[in-house]
């Protein structure tokens, strides 16, 4: 079975400092891994995966991810917050060896706040 | 930019009563998904919907759910007789990808923005 594990609830960051969310993943084979982000009173929008390749990913809004085979997590990066950036975000992952049809395992979600 | 429309945004029930949300998917999708989010709580996949037929499904998808493409563009998800803890908002997501085996698992999922479900 696969899993996602997102340890903290909330991560609060100052406008103009680096954020990072954190995500751990299992799965038995090799992962493809998505971050989501859902802004009040609307759907989940993709940001960014990995599938294979380079370990850095970079993703909309100026978000990037990083890989870590070894550590078993992916977490979201983004070298400057903006008060925009404030939502909530999911990590969620599927095994590559599984089809389009196996379902998306979503972490429970980690609220991100930008305080200006 | 292609969207995932569903509707009603918001619906109040009463237990036991039917239910059905819809979903319009974006029109070259192959796959069509069903999750929801309790309140406060992950979001959880129900089920996934390929060639006019279930493909996978979730332990919460029990017989009280079914799902149906009616006309070739409207995607449904019937809740028969709804219980209080089906009270969640319900994405419908659809993917580009098609088979298994293929790259279809990499491909990203479109997301609604949600039917909020009220069971009283």
């Known amino acids: 079975a696969q899993s996602v594990a997102q340890p903290e609830d909330q991560v609060n960051v100052a406008e103009g400092n680096p954020l990072t969310v954190k995500c751990t993943y299992s799965?038995?084979?090799?992962?493809?891994l998505f971050w989501y982000v859902q802004y009040p009173n609307r759907g989940l929008q993709f940001l960014l995966k990995?599938?294979?390749?380079?370990?850095l990913v970079k993703g909309s809004y100026g978000f990037e991810a990083e890989f870590n085979k070894s550590q078993t997590s992916f977490h979201l990066k983004k070298p400057s917050a903006l008060v925009s950036d404030s939502a909530l975000y999911f990590c969620?992952?599927?095994?590559?060896?599984?089809?389009?049809?196996?379902?998306?395992?979503f972490g429970k979600g980690t609220h991100l706040i930008i305080q200006p | 930019e292609p969207e995932v429309t569903q509707t009603p945004s918001h619906q109040v029930t009463q237990m036991g009563q039917e239910v059905i949300l819809r979903c319009v998917p974006i029109s070259n999708h192959l796959y069509f998904y069903w999750y929801r989010q309790i309140l406060g709580q992950k979001v959880e996949f129900l089920v996934s919907?390929?060639?006019?037929?279930?493909?996978?499904k979730s332990e919460i998808f029990d017989d009280q759910f079914s799902v149906e493409r009616p006309d070739g563009s409207n995607f449904t998800l019937k809740i028969r007789s709804t219980k209080l803890e089906d009270s969640a908002m319900y994405f419908c997501a659809s993917n580009a990808g098609g088979g298994r085996g293929s790259w279809s698992g990499a491909n990203v999922l479109t997301f609604g923005a949600g039917s909020r479900l009220t069971v009283l």
């Open positions: 919907f390929y060639n006019n037929e279930i493909s996978e």
């Open positions: 799965v038995s084979g090799n992962p493809y």
């Open positions: 969620a992952v599927r095994d590559s060896t599984g089809g389009g049809a196996d379902g998306l395992t």
């Open positions: 990995y599938i294979t390749g380079d370990n």
